[in-house]
Nanobody, 114 residues
Framework: QVQLVESGGGLAQPGGSLRLSCAAA????????MGWFRQTPGKERESVAV????????YYADSVKGRFTISRDNAKNTVYLQMSSLKHEDTAVYYC???????WGQGTQVTVSS
C-alpha cells in the first residue's frame, strides 16, 4: 500500500537549518508531483513547497520562499525539504504528500526555539 514516512524533524534554533526527508513506497514515485505542507494547532494547513515529477518545476509559499528548498531523488523514492534561516513561526508538524492523491504521511515535528 501507499506509504510516506517523514523524518528529520526536531529542535532548531532561530536562524538554523533542518533537512526533512520523506521516503515513499507503494506507488510509482516518479509519476507524481510531491509536496510538503505544515500544520499548527489553531491555524489553517499551509502548503509550503511542491515539486513536479522531475523537480523541474517548484512552488513555494511566500512565507518560505528563499529559505526552503524542495528536492527529490526519484532513484531513491525520496523527497526532501531543506529548511534554512528558520524562524519561530516555522514551528509546525510537517507532512509530505502526493499532490494528485491528497495522501500524506504521519508528519514530523519541527520546533524552532532558542
Amino acid at each position: 500500500q501507499v506509504q510516506l514516512v517523514e523524518s528529520g524533524g526536531g529542535l532548531a534554533q532561530p536562524g538554523g537549518s533542518l533537512r526533512l526527508s520523506c521516503a515513499a513506497a507503494g506507488f510509482t514515485f516518479k509519476d507524481y508531483a510531491m509536496g510538503w505542507f505544515r500544520q499548527t494547532p489553531g491555524k489553517e494547513r499551509e502548503s509550503v513547497a511542491v515539486s513536479s515529477w522531475n523537480g523541474g518545476s517548484t512552488y513555494y509559499a511566500d512565507s518560505v520562499k528563499g529559505r526552503f528548498t524542495i528536492s527529490r531523488d526519484n532513484a531513491k523514492n525520496t523527497v526532501y525539504l531543506q529548511m534554512s534561516s528558520l524562524k519561530h513561526e516555522d514551528t509546525a508538524v510537517y507532512y509530505c504528500y502526493i499532490d494528485a492523491l491528497s495522501y500524506w504521511g504521519q508528519g514530523t515535528q519541527v520546533t524552532v526555539s532558542s
